[in-house]
């Protein structure tokens, strides 16, 4: 498919898709109305302003409270010495920041050459994606995690790895799933980065540790293991291994932890192979998807660690596959088995992200990197159409888009432009504040 060729053309398409977009995201998926960044400011102004504890803190009328490490308490302390609104302004923007990061790194050294239209294109498909969606209305640190991490992943890359780690240990400080990027780390055998994104996190930790001891004692002895007070395992939007157990009637830990073990292997396999491939982006974005298959909870909002895969697979030559998974994660589609998950359709359909999440897992491609940094006039004999007397030969280069198509620029990011399924999907999937459907459901989703 081609795209209008005018500019006038393209402007009216991407106006066209602004306003459906728009009318989407307005009128199917419910917002969530900032409900964890609540969680967070209201925890950091009753233990700064009035001398309460960190964990026990509730938003009221709920029983949601903080479920971070300490350490994500003190990096949220500026929201002590400003009003909710003025918090709400403030994580609207940071997450735009970290979003821009993201999509600049994933868009790889081309990016300039995308220009206005393809970035508009790439824009409405991400405002599509209901991780991305739910990110920016809870008020969720994940893009910023994400950032934090993929920061590393561009040191890595470009050979530039004196300070590699350090955002990988911040972002293990506060939350523990990307830790994992540690033992990839490790398993490169980049001994120095994985040392620095120790001592960062445990000084982080530290720091936290002597900033309120007894919230760090309680926390690392008690709540870290309590998975309640984060939700209900079988709960639908709990897309990890744990939740497909637990959906089933199986949430014993032995057989968790054996899923739990393979998934491992297979991540440490695969990851082996990229990292000897010198393709960190692959490395980097199997660890996101193992992070999320092997934690006990991952809320679909944590499911933005999935996008670095979307984009490595479209780069790779499967912009249709990565197009079609990508177009299913902005429907809403788990939320039709809310009330039951029993039967074939509720074994597949209520855990049709971890079954996505896995798949990219095994099928990622890898090695790339080697093919971007072939000698360009090697690229350019491999690549370049015939010459025409018609039209001169254009020069194609790996990890860019073809000029002629807006379409395809879009799916080079994994993005989409359809507005995903019906809106009876995620409008009966999240009238209750913190991501859970209905008032009626016990502690179905906290601010994780």
């Not at 102004?45 to 029983?63: L, Q």
């Not at 039967?343 to 999440?357: E, K, V």
């Amino acid at each position: 498919m081609r795209g209008p060729r005018t500019d006038w053309g393209r402007l009216l398409l991407v106006l066209v898709l602004v306003t459906a977009v728009t009318v989407f995201t307005a009128t199917v998926p419910l917002l969530r109305d900032w409900f964890d960044l609540r969680v967070y400011y209201g925890t950091v102004h009753t233990w700064v302003h009035h001398g309460g504890r960190i964990y026990d803190y509730r938003v009221p009328g709920t029983e949601y409270g903080f479920t971070y490490p300490p350490f994500a308490a003190v990096g949220m302390l500026p929201m002590a010495l400003v009003g909710l609104h003025l918090a709400i302004a403030a994580s609207l923007l940071v997450n735009l920041a970290a979003l821009a990061f993201v999509l600049r790194i994933m868009a790889g050294p081309g990016w300039r050459r995308w220009g206005w239209y393809r970035w508009a294109l790439a824009l409405c498909g991400l405002a599509l994606f209901e991780p991305l969606r739910d990110t920016f209305s809870f008020g969720q640190v994940n893009l910023v995690l994400l950032a934090l991490v993929l920061g590393d992943c561009c040191l890595l890359r470009s050979g530039r790895g004196r300070w590699a780690g350090a955002g990988i240990g911040l972002a293990a400080a506060v939350k523990l799933t990307p830790a994992l990027f540690i033992g990839m780390l490790l398993l490169a055998r980049r001994w120095r980065a994985a040392a620095t994104a120790t001592a960062v996190a445990l000084a982080a930790t530290g720091l936290a540790a002597w900033a309120d001891p007894r919230a760090s004692r309680f926390y690392w002895t008690r709540a870290l293991w309590d998975t309640s007070r984060v939700g209900r395992l079988d709960y639908v939007s709990n897309q990890s291994l744990q939740g497909v157990l637990a959906r089933l009637g199986h949430p014993d830990k032995p057989l968790w932890a054996s899923a739990v073990l393979v998934t491992l292997a297979v991540w440490a396999w695969r990851t082996r192979k990229a990292v000897a491939a010198e393709d960190w982006t692959a490395a980097f974005a199997l660890t996101g998807l193992a992070a999320c298959l092997v934690s006990p909870i991952t809320w679909v909002h944590h499911l933005v660690w999935t996008l670095p895969a979307f984009v490595l697979l479209a780069r790779a030559g499967h912009p249709r596959i990565a197009g079609a998974l990508y177009a299913v994660m902005c429907t809403s589609v788990v939320w039709l088995w809310f009330d039951d998950a029993s039967g074939i359709d509720g074994f597949l359909g209520s855990n049709l992200y971890t079954w996505i999440t896995l798949g990219l897992l095994l099928g990622l491609p890898t090695g790339q990197s080697r093919a971007e940094r072939a000698p360009l006039s090697r690229i350019a004999r491999l690549t370049a159409p015939a010459p025409s007397t018609a039209t001169p030969a254009v020069m194609a280069v790996p990890d860019q888009s073809e000029p002629s198509s807006g379409v395809a620029a879009a799916a080079a990011t994994g993005t989409v432009l359809g507005p995903g399924r019906g809106r009876g999907l995620a409008r009966r999937a999240s009238s209750e504040p913190t991501g859970s459907t209905r008032p009626a459901a016990s502690k179905p989703q906290s601010s994780s």
